[in-house]
Every structure is written in structure tokens, then in C-alpha cells.
């Protein structure tokens, strides 16, 4: 059973919730940048939720599905169509042998996830099936995917002539907030800023750049200047941790950013608010919003128990449906 | 001692810092947590990350039951601190690493010669004299932090990092002394290079160093760079 890329998307890569455990030998987690929309298009084929899938950016690969499959498309969405006619994002999909996958317009957001019933066949890399680019290893041969790659998938599925879209969609309000405001905690060098600068960094906008990808978001806004004398030691950062640059931007790093760093950080995105801010393309506005670190623990809860609920009700539905399990 | 000192990294990690320089006292420290936690403890943690100073212990924070993950955490590390009555010995491996030191691999071993008065002779002895601790990895996937090297040959950044440093390359950036294991953008002086790899995906280890490491390096010739076979060379020597 195979999925085969017959176009090259831009970056389109394997990745699931990240390599973890070898980041004190410089490794970096690498994983998907919008682990909610990961999580919820595996939870609609009935996968475990850390279950490797493919994330998308646009311009995106076109496909062809050898064999049948159960699939969802999540995230950003990309106009996908399956012979030609469009399909729905948050869906359960039934493809058959010989369809088409494509993606032919940007209509919102920048990660778009593909997850297929059963997952992929992949060897692990440390643990994980990411793609690590950097070394060249994990996920698809430690690369983006190419025109000619031939995807093998575990599951096998009763032969169907037609595309079938189930009518249920996964409910996305409690996971992605479509407010300007970017909710985030202080970082630990915050009052290295001068206090203007503390000030502006809640109250100015910032676009995010065009320069920005899995390794980091650049932001363009009012500059920001350190007034302390202080210099950082290189030492970890992780995901979703503001930076002040040297040139007194701000950067946002991603999924593939480095273990450790040496620039001052300024604030931390909150969990809960890590895949609404990858999600935005750029050119857009956000702003940041201090919460505490209590709050950012509970609506990270919160998320949580909503996803577990969405995980059961559409495993129940799937295992209807698939009549196997 | 001074009392270490605590602050999150979001809510899935939280950082030690037990000073503000570049200090083997630290570093012993921060190796001793990362030691005691990686060997002795129950293994909460995805990650442990030791730095100069600092060592940050990341976790999930959804699969620890409580309230607040990131006070029991702190909590659960405070009391590991406090509770220092039993000093844990550490292994050290200690790892020969050759280097050519020809011209055409030290790509800033003229320039720095220059600067600092020094023969190109004096700046190999003075490189491979001392013993070095490998503080932490990071930048790179097995990209070692050494230090310190001695101050006639500590040299600051290159102000125009070069877009391409090939692999193996051994460098040096203030006090610290550090190999790219990729070919990689970099502003280190470059003085020579290793014919190892310092990191390789396929290998069951594959970055060559860790955190703690003593590290010495040996002079070789070109001759011997470029017949160097990985399998007969005895790199670990002893473990103490």
C-alpha cells in the first residue's frame, strides 16, 4: 500500500511530535510545527495522535494513492481536491486506489497536514519519525519530499470505487484562537529591555516577516533595545521562545530550531498558543499578551481534555465505519 | 556556594542556573545534576540539556499529575539539591582527537599568527597542550563547546562569518575551542581539521562527544589526514 508524490511540493516533510532526549548531544527536536492540527487529523482516521504524518506547505505535492485509504487533511487549508472536485478540511476521507490528491489554492493558513488510517511505514531515527534535514536523517530519507518518492502505509482497506467525505467534522474553536493577540510568559532576560521597550513589546504590533520558516519566525515592528549591559551564555531554548536580535528584532523559534542560544529572551509563547502563531502567514499582525504561568498551565489542560474528547468520539466513529479493530 | 537559581522555559521546562560565567566549578555542578538525574532518578524528563551554567530539564508537561507541572518540578528539584549529602562520582571519558594543523585546513591560522606574534608552531603547541572540558553541545548537532584555551591564542569571532566552514574544521571563538561535525555557516578562526566525524546519523552514537568529555588534541600530517583510518585509531583512552 503506497502514496506517491507525482509533483514536488515547496517543504513538504514527515514529521510527528519531535525527537526528544538527545538534545544535550545538539540535536534538535525538529516535529511538526502545528502539533494540534497533527493531533487532530490523526485522531479523525482513528491513530494514535503522535502517529508521524505529513505536513504540507504551499505550494504543496500532488499525490496518488496506489491502493485505498482512510485519510484527513488538517491545519492550513489548501483547497485540496481528489480527482478533481474539492474536498473538505477536519474530514474523515475514504480515498480509492488511483485518486488524485492535489492542492490548488491557499485559501488560510501555512501548515497543512495529511494523515492516512494505520500510518505510514517509516523506520524510527532515535526514536522518532521526524525529519531532521539538518543531518539528513529520519522521517523520508532525512528529506522533503521529492517528485517519484512512493510512501508505504500500514493499513489495507476493502477496494472502493468512489471518494467518500463522512459527514462529522472535527471542532477547532477550542484550539485555535483567531484573536491578534498572541499569549505568551515573561522570558527569563524580559528586563534586559528597557523599560520603553518592555512597554512596546505589549503594546506595538508586529508583522511576521517573509523571512520565516520551521526554524524560527521573524517579526518586523518598532525596535526594541536592551539597556543592560548583560550578556547571555549560550544555553537552551525551545519552542516558541522570543528572542531579541542584535538588530533589536524580535524571531519566534520554531520546530527546528537550534538547542541552545546565546540572544536574550524576551518572552515564551504559551503552548495553548503555539499552533495558532504557526498558523499565521506572513505578513500578518500579532501582538503578545503576558499570562501568567498557572493560566498557561491550565488552558494548556484544557486544550487537552478537549482533544481527548475529540480523539474518543471519533475513534467510536472510525471503528463503526472501518468495521475492523 | 552560591544558591542556585531557578525560571522556566515555558511550561514544559525549567532551567538551573548556578552562575552568570564561564566556570569549571559550574560546569561541575551543572554536570552533577545532569549526572545524578540521568542515572540515579525517576526519569520525568524528555530532556536534559546542560550548558555553561545551566542546566534545563525539559518535560511534558501533560503527563504530570498535578495542579501546577511546572511547581512540582521545581519542588522535585529543589529538594534533589538540597538533598546533596551524596556526592555522585562520575565517569570522564577522556578522547584523543587528531588534527591537521597544515595551512591549507587552518583557514585563519596565518591571519591569527599575525595578530597575536605568535609562529604557526607556537599557536599548534599552545592548542594542543591543554586538556579541555567539553561544556556542553549545541549550534550543531555534536558541535562541542571546549574550553578554555590559553589566552596567547584566544581570539574573538571572525565580524564577517563565512558562509561555508567545512566539516571537521577546528575553531576557536574567545576562550572557547569548538569542531563543526556539518559543513555549516560559522565565524570561529579556523586553525586545522579533524579527519573524524563528530557526528554521524548511521552511527549507534552519533555525536563523538558528550557533555563532560576531556578532550585533547594531536597534531598529524597531511599524509596521515588523509590516509587517517577511524576503525584502528584508539579514541577514548580511558574512562576515570
Known amino acids: 500500500m503506497s502514496l506517491e508524490i507525482v509533483k514536488s511540493g515547496l517543504q513538504d516533510s514527515i514529521q510527528d511530535e519531535g525527537r526528544f532526549g538527545y538534545q544535550h548531544l545538539g540535536i534538535n527536536p525538529s516535529g511538526a510545527m502545528d502539533r494540534i492540527a497533527m493531533n487532530i487529523a490523526n485522531a479523525l482516521v482513528g491513530n494514535d495522535l ?5 505536513e504540507l506547505c504551499f505550494p504543496a505535492a500532488h499525490f496518488v494513492f496506489r491502493e485505498a485509504a482512510f485519510i484527513s487533511l488538517c491545519g492550513a487549508n ?12 477536519h474530514h474523515l476521507i475514504r480515498v480509492p486506489a488511483g485518486a488524485i490528491l492535489k492542492f490548488t489554492k491557499k485559501l488560510n493558513g501555512s501548515f497543512c497536514y495529511l494523515a492516512i488510517r494505520g500510518g505510514f511505514q517509516l523506520e524510527d531515527w532515535l526514536g522518532s519519525k521526524s525529519t531532521n534535514t539538518k543531518v539528513k536523517a529520519g522521517g523520508w530519507k532525512g528529506r522533503i519530499l521529492q517528485k517519484g518518492d512512493n510512501i508505504s502505509f500500514r493499513n489495507r482497506i476493502h477496494e472502493q470505487v468512489d471518494v467518500k467525505v463522512y459527514p ?3 471542532k477547532l474553536t477550542d484550539f485555535y484562537s483567531d484573536q491578534k493577540s498572541i499569549r505568551v510568559l515573561q522570558g527569563n532576560e524580559s528586563e534586559w529591555l528597557g523599560k520603553s521597550s518592555q512597554r512596546d513589546l505589549t503594546k506595538e504590533i508586529f508583522a511576521i516577516s517573509t523571512q520565516s520558516d520551521r526554524m524560527g519566525y521573524r517579526l518586523q515592528g518598532k525596535e526594541l533595545k536592551q539597556t543592560t549591559k548583560d550578556q547571555l551564555l549560550s544555553t537552551a531554548v525551545s519552542f516558541g521562545t522570543v528572542q531579541l536580535l542584535p538588530n533589536g528584532q524580535l524571531i519566534i523559534l520554531c520546530a527546528d530550531h537550534q538547542t541552545t542560544g546565546g540572544y536574550p529572551r524576551v518572552a515564551q509563547i504559551i503552548r495553548a498558543d503555539l499552533a495558532t502563531l504557526v498558523q499565521r502567514n506572513s505578513r500578518e499582525e500579532i501582538r503578545f499578551e503576558f499570562v501568567a504561568l498557572e493560566d498557561a498551565e491550565r488552558l494548556l489542560k484544557n486544550q487537552q481534555r478537549s482533544m481527548e474528547q475529540l480523539r474518543l468520539s471519533c475513534l467510536y466513529k472510525v471503528r463503526m465505519i472501518a468495521g475492523i479493530d | 556556594m552560591k544558591k542556585p537559581t531557578f525560571y522556566v522555559l515555558g511550561e514544559g521546562a525549567l532551567t538551573v542556573s548556578f552562575g552568570d560565567y564561564i566556570n569549571i566549578d559550574y560546569s561541575k555542578q551543572v ?8 542515572q540515579y532518578e525517576q526519569k520525568f524528563w524528555l530532556d536534559l540539556i546542560p550548558a555553561y551554567t545551566t542546566l534545563t530539564i525539559v518535560y511534558e508537561p501533560l503527563s504530570i499529575e498535578y495542579e501546577s507541572p511546572s511547581a512540582w518540578v521545581r519542588k522535585y528539584i529543589e529538594e534533589l539539591l538540597e538533598s546533596e549529602s551524596r556526592h555522585i562520582p562520575m565517569l570522564t571519558r577522556h578522547v584523543t582527537i587528531p588534527v591537521c594543523y597544515a595551512i591549507e585546513f587552518g583557514l585563519d591560522s596565518k591571519r591569527l599568527c599575525n595578530e597575536r606574534a605568535i609562529s604557526h608552531e607556537q599557536l599548534v603547541e599552545l592548542h594542543t597542550t591543554i586538556t579541555y572540558t567539553v561544556y556542553m553541545l549545541g549550534f550543531l548537532p555534536g558541535f562541542p563547546y571546549m574550553g578554555s584555551v590559553d589566552s596567547r591564542i584566544a581570539t574573538p569571532r571572525l565580524t564577517k562569518p563565512r558562509t561555508v566552514v567545512p566539516a571537521g574544521s577546528v575553531g576557536i571563538a574567545g576562550e572557547q575551542t ?3 561535525p556539518l559543513d555549516s555557516p560559522g565565524g570561529w578562526n579556523i586553525i586545522g581539521r579533524t579527519p573524524l566525524k563528530l557526528f554521524d546519523a548511521l552511527r549507534e552514537q552519533p555525536a563523538l562527544l558528550t557533555p563532560g568529555d576531556q578532550v585533547s588534541f594531536v597534531p598529524i600530517s597531511n599524509e596521515a589526514f588523509e590516509n587517517f583510518d577511524a576503525t584502528t585509531f584508539n579514541l577514548v583512552q580511558h574512562e576515570s
Do not use: C, D
Open chain 1, 168 to 170: 462529522w467534522r472535527a
Open chain 2, 31 to 38: 554536570f552533577q545534576l545532569y549526572h545524578r538525574l540521568s
Open chain 2, 178 to 180: 569548538g569542531i563543526y
Open chain 1, 50 to 54: 503522535k502517529e508521524a504524518v505529513i
Open chain 1, 78 to 89: 489548501f483547497n485540496a481536491t481528489l480527482n478533481g472536485a474539492s474536498v473538505p478540511m
